[in-house]
């Protein structure tokens, strides 16, 4: 059993649920993908050496003014709209006020009152354990603009975490990066699907913002983070606990695995007769648990007050309006679409979604394989290679042209699927298009009777017990000649066309 901090063991998950009512909430930040950062003209390239991506401005030197990035703006009321927001007609920028080395200005750059947008929702689907869908509602209380913070690195400890290390350094190439922070209201009534409401909307949210194409919002680098609260209450109560928040959760799975740790550990302390301390939290994704970070601030510690040196932001409506006239099909109601014209199954569709393949096979598909094609390869070949290599499917080096050109030569009977895995091998390793590859591996099936019809005479001749089966009318018998002729012939023959051989000339 897992202890609390308390030292009480975590409460099974059952008996939480038996006792109190958990509520959520998720804050979700995501880095917008312009080319320059929030209010300055640094570049905001993921991966450069530290501090090469700065200046006076995002590193807080005294007479540096900030400028609004446009585009950022832009990105935000986009947001806004794709998630029914209302869209401020006027706001501002504030200063929140606080003291960590990885704002060199001592504050952060926010909106605080006055956000970009806020009271919106989003329709969140979900399994209902009968082979089905439910939809449960997540009310969206604000979308604001703000800037990330530098990246502190702790050296000389054990965890990589500032206790025990014996210096930090900071990289400050990520402060000043454009940031839109995405807040719910609190999510009540959820029960027993907390943790799976929560990974649900994450996932969903994050296919969102792919889709109005402005982050890339990969998770494992940063550029999407969740923090999650949660509170318990006694059942019936109709006062909400007191909240913890687990800070930067950069999986989908992990942000589930957080609800349920959290309700387990908070259900502890309260039964052990304690209060909840709010507070900050880390969540450790090799032992699955959080650990204490800091006591959570209010809204007033941070002294928030507008910022002097930017001027209001004030979209016009029809501005707004041009903006909503560019935004993607909803990511939701684009998926049940495509299922219905692919006649995917609900699992076959989960699983094309949950590999992150939808996109690929959509462009493959429109590249002329078929729809179990495009899903056969992308699902099955293709993903165990990038799961092995530990890369991202798009990040392979196989394109959907490259897989629909394969299928082409497969439904030509130039290929089989055993001599396509060999081309997807070529296409991996930049020998070529699927073509060339064929040509320069010597992979193409081998059609020509005189050779097929003389590695039958062999496999007969070497398995005359199994020849004799055939004879007497054991018609699958067969399969062990066939295997014996693809062998011979290194999985270049065409299986169907060697059965017919084997029998014609065996009965």
Known sequence: MTATHTGAALVPFDDVLASYDPALGLEVHVELNSNTKMFCGCPTEFGAEPNTQVCPTCLGLPGAMPVVNAKAVESAIRIGLALNCDIAEWCRFARKNYFYPDMPKNFQTSQYDEPIAFDGWMDVTLDDGDGGTEVFRVEIERAHME??????????????????????????????????????????????????????????????????????????????????????????????????????????????????????????ILNSGASILQETRHWHEDTGITTSGREKSDAEDYRYFPEPDLVPVAPSREWVEELRGTLPENPTQKRARLQAEWGFSDLEMRDTV???ALGLVEETIAAGASPQAARKWWLSELARRANDSGLELAALGVTPGDVASVQKLVDAGSLNDKLARQVFDGLIAGEGTPEEIVEKRGLAIVSDEGALSSAVDNAIAANPDVADKIRDGKVAAAGALIGAVMKEMRGQADAGRVRELILEKLT
């Open 147 to 268: 800037e990330d913070t530098g990246k502190s690195l702790h050296v000389g400890g054990a965890t990589g975490r500032i206790h025990g290390a014996s210096h930090s350094l900071v990289d400050y190439n990520r402060a000043g990066i454009p940031l839109i922070e995405i807040v719910t209201r609190p999510i009540v009534g959820a029960g027993e699907k907390a943790p799976e409401i929560a990974r649900a909307y994450v996932a969903q949210l994050r296919e969102l913002i792919l889709a109005l194409g402005v982050s890339d919002a990969r998770m494992d680098q940063g550029s999407i983070r969740a923090d999650v609260n949660l509170s318990l209450a006694p059942q019936g109560s109709e006062v909400l606990g007191t909240r913890t928040e687990t800070k930067n959760v950069n999986s989908l799975r992990s942000v589930e695995r957080a609800v349920r740790y959290e309700m387990q550990r908070h259900a502890a």
């Open 354 to 356: 949950g590999a992150g």
